[in-house]
Structure formats: structure tokens, C-alpha cells
């Protein structure tokens, strides 16, 4: 019996998973469709081990948090999924990155158009140092979306509306964008990352530099952008946590702890040190 089944043609096209061994919790009732899968992923810089084999299915048009205490590898690991750490010398990757189906380290893949697909908002804005129109319409250029003058107006005004911003910019899209303010700024970087269209957006603590009420307009933004965009956001905020993100994973010293529905992470932890982390004991 056992040896059919191991030469069985889908054995040999669908290699078994890896086992994914604890505490690492496979959300149960995920009915959503894949993303990224991320399988035994491994990241050194120079000597040290910053991601520690990590497993991660990642839901489509769904927020994924990710949170730990600083250092464990969160940003790291969030630039793994745009290839952002090629960048940095001395780094070594091992391990499984697929988006779609497909193996983003892969010598072919193209890192222009992956980091179409992948956009990225950082911690502190940072609009080009150009017009708030031109903020949002040379990505768009650049990668051949538009040619037209009036489809480019239209993609600028639909990215901005998008953002949330477009009421407060309308009237001055010519202004430099550093001229906006600070929650204004993060939304109109929110606009040039949604403008290309990807499918995942990236965002790495992306209202920690804010006041609470730029905060909760980019929290209201990001439910609403996930009916369109795959959304994997860092925070510090465990509240922020618990009211934007559908799933959550722990961070710790390069590895993922634990991994569930952010309403189950919150309620009932699987493991201490996520209890500990989210009641704020530690961290
Ligand atoms: N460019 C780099 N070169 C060398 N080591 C790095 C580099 N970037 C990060 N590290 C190290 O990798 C580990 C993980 O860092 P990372 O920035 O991913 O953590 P983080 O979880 O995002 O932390 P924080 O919450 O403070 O932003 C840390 O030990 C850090 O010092
Ligand atoms: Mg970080």
C-alpha cells in the first residue's frame, strides 16, 4: 500500500509538505485562497541566523499582522517577500518563497515587475521629492500602465481616492507631496504603492510615526483596501493588531511561534510566550 501510494504520479508532480512541526498552528478554519507560501525559510546576515525556518501560508484580500519584540526578524522578513534583502550585502537566503505559485527567488523572476506586484509602505513617509501627482503617476508610467494623459488624471485620481486622500489634495496636486502632512504623506505613499495595481502590500509599522487620529484613518483605510489587496502589516500596537488584521503571527527570536486567526491568537494563545507578548509581559 504505502509504496503505490509514494510512486503514485501526484506523489511525484506535489512532494509531500514539510512537516511543519509545533508550535507553529495551522489556522483550521482558513477558507481563503493562497497567497504566499513560505517553506523552511532561512535568512542570515553574514554569520547570523535572523529567520529561523519559518512556515507561513498567507491568505489573499485578507490583513495578516505580524508582531514580536524588536529584533525577532519582522522587517526582515517582510522584505523576503519583495526580494528587498538582495540589496543588502552578505546576505544569505535559503528556503521557499512562492507567490501564486510561483518561486519568488527564482533566477527568472523578474524583480521589477515582482516588486509591481508587491508594493511597499515603510514606517516613516516617504514621498518622492515631487508634485503629489507625480507621486502617484510615475510608478504607473514607468511600468507602461497608462500613456495617455487622461487615463494616467484617472489612475492618479482613483489611486487617491483609494488612499483616502483625494478630497483633501484635489484642489493641488502640483504641490510637492512633502508639503502634506505626516498622516496625509502616509496616505499618498499608500496611493503611489496601490497605483501599480499589485497584489500584496507590504507595510512595515506604518503609523507609528502618526497621531491617533491619522492612525485610525489608516486603519479604516487598510479594511477597506483588503477588499482589493493582500495586506501584511508590522505593528507594535497590539490593539492595532486585534482591529485590522484577520490573522496574526507571533515573531520571537527568528521564528514564528504561533500562527492563527488574529481573534483566536487574542482570546486563547497556543503558546506562553505569545500570552506573555500580547498581555504585554514581555517584549
Ligand atoms: N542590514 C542588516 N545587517 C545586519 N543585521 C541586520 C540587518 N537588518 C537587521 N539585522 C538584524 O536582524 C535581526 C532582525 O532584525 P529586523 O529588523 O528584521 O527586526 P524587527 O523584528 O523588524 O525589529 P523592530 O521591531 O525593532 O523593527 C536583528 O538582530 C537585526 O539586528
Ligand atoms: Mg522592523
Redesign the pocket.
Known amino acids: 500500500m504505502t509504496s503505490l501510494q509514494t510512486t503514485t504520479p501526484t506523489a511525484a508532480v506535489n512532494p509531500p509538505e514539510p512537516e511543519l512541526g509545533q508550535p507553529y498552528v495551522r489556522n483550521e478554519n482558513a477558507c481563503h485562497d493562497l497567497s504566499i507560501r513560505v517553506r523552511d525559510l532561512s535568512l542570515w546576515?553574514?554569520e547570523?541566523q535572523?529567520?529561523k525556518s519559518l512556515d507561513i501560508d498567507i491568505f489573499q484580500k485578507n490583513v495578516t499582522a505580524?508582531i514580536?519584540?524588536?529584533?525577532?526578524?519582522?522587517?526582515?522578513?517582510?522584505?523576503c517577500l519583495n526580494r528587498m534583502?538582495d540589496l543588502?550585502p552578505?546576505?544569505t537566503i535559503r528556503g521557499l518563497v512562492e507567490m501564486d505559485g510561483r518561486d519568488v527567488n527564482a533566477v527568472k523572476m523578474d524583480e521589477v515587475a515582482l516588486r509591481r506586484r508587491v508594493g511597499m509602505v515603510f514606517?516613516k513617509p516617504n514621498p518622492f521629492p515631487k508634485s503629489i501627482y507625480e507621486n502617484v503617476a510615475y510608478a504607473p508610467r514607468m511600468h507602461d500602465l497608462v500613456s495617455r494623459k487622461a487615463d494616467q488624471d484617472e489612475l492618479v485620481e482613483k489611486a487617491l481616492r483609494d488612499a483616502g486622500l483625494w478630497e483633501e489634495v484635489k484642489d493641488k496636486l502640483q504641490q510637492p507631496g512633502t508639503s502634506l502632512s505626516g498622516g496625509q504623506q502616509q496616505r499618498l505613499c499608500i496611493a503611489r504603492a496601490i497605483a501599480v495595481q499589485p497584489d500584496v502590500i507590504l507595510m512595515?509599522?506604518p503609523t507609528s510615526a502618526l497621531d491617533p487620529i491619522s492612525t485610525a484613518t489608516i486603519e479604516d483605510l487598510m479594511d477597506k483596501l483588503k477588499q482589493q489587496f493582500t495586506i501584511i502589516t508590522?505593528t507594535?500596537n497590539m490593539q492595532q493588531a486585534a482591529r485590522v488584521a484577520d490573522y496574526t503571527a507571533f515573531?520571537h527570536l527568528?521564528e514564528i511561534i504561533e500562527y492563527n486567526d488574529t481573534q483566536m491568537m487574542f482570546s486563547s494563545p497556543a503558546t506562553k510566550k505569545a500570552e506573555d507578548y500580547i498581555t504585554g509581559r514581555y517584549g
Open positions: 546576515y553574514g547570523t535572523a529567520l505580524l514580536g519584540p524588536s529584533g525577532c526578524g519582522k522587517s526582515t522578513f517582510l522584505r534583502n543588502i552578505g546576505v514606517q512595515d509599522e508590522v507594535h515573531f527568528g
